[in-house]
């Protein structure tokens, strides 16, 4: 009986031992690869972003993902009680989070649960803290002391952070990375894919969560994303975000845009919106700040657009900045009756005296010679508008960015026939405002805006960026003049932007102060302040555009508020570039005539 006892248990190890080495020799073999052989994702190093100089402006650093095994904080594990509050209050001050949450992370209800991440992208640092603390905790416990190791369950995995390293500066440009690692905004999110770079694998042999080392691995590694440099210059970028910040907090305002533009090239210098963020902390940044303004605001011009208005009078040979325009107090046209922004008596003013003096009336009389009728009038019109880039693309491809609102002149509607000419029912943001001025620059050859000057692969070459386009606009000539009478809006005493100049330099520039469309209410309300311009006037080198919307506080005049700003940012620029003042005697235009 115990042989045949014996003899049948032997059997049946033997008819088991033939089906698992046999028969399911490669089902058990497979499951077992799976089992011993583990995968990990190797994260591609994201590609760093800098100003035109190679100053860092967004980074990456080594950084832990903050984990826990849950199961290790059981009483039965650590033979205490309350282990997860024991551990929640040493780590609490340490990652910055409240106790009570850490305590539910460590004592979840799903027993099971094996893996929690306590803190996401925290500093070597901060790392190191933990696992000294960690470390002392074991010592003592080994000793014999009844004190159990609580932080025996906490560990670490490898990862990486974003860092900005200039804080607010040039957070509008720049964007921000969420939690997965992925761009969130800005060039961050334009440029998502050649940042990022392409991430790793690795597999190989594991037993008991150990590496095997003799069993061999299969890798790949993974590719750093590729440097950025930006067309900004740091230096100039502060002075623009530190002008425009303050002139916002004295006006009381609701925000404000600064846009310098290097005239010749169209490379931006600066691009700076207040109030800004710090992407280092995006839980501490107001939503209504978050984003790029400058360019994702659509807002009426105001008399900054005149300048337009003049490009296509003087284009089409339908006056010259000598031309006599008698303006009247009133002016009645359509179903309104127009005024300026003060009343006065009659004006004998020359068409330089016009936009000189910013005369809504005059504009309006001026374009009007534009075509024997009023609607063949707005049909020039508006072909100078698309010329200059209203209704469209900057060029940028700037997420979030606005096309602005220009309706083709068959649906302007009587009053926008008249309002138009001087930036009243038609929209813009400020990037678009700020090439107006750049084009004039540039004796009237409009080059696409552009904010990245290229980039530098993992092979440390350099790609420059493509070229930009560049559309002829107007004549050398028409932008010439434009520039002179421009001269006459800051020179001349009885112009609108005398706060804008320079010492030494001849400036071209010229005010607006537009009633504005409230976006909550899509209603009238408050004014958009604005100043734009370029310098030196006979030779221009930088264009600089301001803008301020809603302003509270003192005066909301554009020439007031903004011009001081225009003056402070483009002393700074022209300074930082070393743009010498060409000693030329100004432009002498007249303003006025004698009927």
């Not at 002008?243 to 931006?268: F, L, M, P």
């Not at 038609?426 to 700020?434: G, K, L, R, T």
């Amino acid at each position: 009986m115990v042989g045949v006892t014996l003899a049948l248990v032997l059997l049946a190890f033997v008819v088991r031992l033939f089906q698992v080495q046999a028969v399911d020799a490669s089902t058990y073999a497979a499951k077992a690869d799976r089992n011993r052989y583990v995968g990990q994702v190797l994260e591609a190093e994201r590609g760093g972003i800098t100003d035109r100089h190679g100053v860092a402006l967004a980074t990456t650093e080594d950084a832990y993902d903050i984990t826990a095994d849950p199961t290790m904080f059981a009483p039965g594990e650590l033979e205490i009680a309350d282990g997860p509050e024991q551990a929640a209050a040493l780590l609490a001050p340490i990652l910055g989070q409240d106790q009570d949450e850490l305590v539910e992370k460590l004592r979840p209800e799903n027993k099971a649960l094996r893996y929690v991440k306590l803190a996401a992208r925290q500093t070597p640092q901060t790392w190191r803290q933990i696992k000294d603390l960690k470390a002392a905790l074991a010592k003592k416990a080994g000793t014999g002391d009844s004190t159990a190791n609580v932080l025996a369950g906490v560990f670490s995995v490898p990862t990486s952070k974003r860092v900005y390293p200039n804080k607010e500066l040039a957070a509008g440009i720049l964007g921000w990375v969420n939690a997965e690692g992925k761009g969130g905004g800005g060039i961050e999110l334009q440029l998502d894919k050649r940042l990022a770079g392409e991430d790793g694998k690795i597999r190989y042999a594991q037993s008991g969560g150990r590496l095997v080392p003799t069993a061999g691995s299969t890798e790949t590694p993974a590719v750093p994303g590729s440097d950025v440099e930006l067309t900004i210059d740091r230096d100039i970028q502060w002075a623009a975000q530190n002008a425009i910040a303050e002139q916002v907090k004295e006006s009381a305002a609701d925000r404000g845009y600064v846009i310098v533009q290097d005239t010749r090239t169209g490379e931006v210098l600066a691009m700076a919106n207040a109030p800004g963020f710090d992407p280092n902390d995006l839980s501490e940044a107001d939503p209504d700040a978050l984003g790029n303004a400058a360019v994702q605001d659509a807002f009426e011009p105001g008399s900054t657009a005149k300048v337009l208005s003049m490009a296509a009078v003087l284009e089409e040979n339908a006056a010259t900045p000598g031309t006599h325009v008698v303006v009247p107090n009133r002016l009645h046209r359509g179903d309104r009756l127009f005024k300026d922004d003060i009343d006065h008596p009659t004006w004998y003013l020359t068409l330089n005296g016009v936009l000189a003096k910013s005369s809504n009336i005059g504009t309006i009389l001026a374009t009007g010679q534009l075509g024997e009728t009023q609607a063949q009038a707005n049909k020039v019109l508006y072909r100078y508008l698309r010329k200059f880039g209203l209704g469209g693309e900057s060029g940028l491809g700037f997420p979030g960015e606005t096309k602005g609102i220009l309706a083709p002149p068959d649906e302007w509607s009587t009053s926008q026939q008249y309002t138009i000419p001087f930036g009243q029912g038609v929209s813009v943001n400020a990037m678009q405002a700020a090439s107006i001025y750049s084009t004039i620059a540039n004796g009237g050859v409009r080059v696409e805006p552009t904010l990245v000057r290229g980039s530098k692969g993992p092979d440390g070459r350099f790609t420059p960026a493509p070229e930009p386009g560049r559309t002829r606009v107007v004549s050398e000539k028409t932008a010439k003049t434009l520039a002179r009478m421009l001269e006459s809006v800051v020179d001349d005493e009885e112009g609108t932007g005398t706060k804008a100049r320079i010492p030494g330099y001849r400036v071209a520039g010229k005010t607006g102060t537009a009633n504005r469309v409230d976006p909550a209410t899509g209603k009238y309300h408050g004014y958009t302040s604005s100043f734009a311009g370029f310098a030196p006037a006979d030779k221009p080198r930088i264009t600089v555009y301001c803008a301020i919307q809603n302003a509270t506080e003192g005066s909301y005049f554009g020439g007031q508020i903004c011009g001081p700003v225009y003056k402070q940012v483009m002393e700074f620029a022209l300074k930082t570039l070393q743009v010498p003042p060409t000693g030329a005697d100004p432009a002498d235009l007249p303003v006025t005539f004698k009927p």
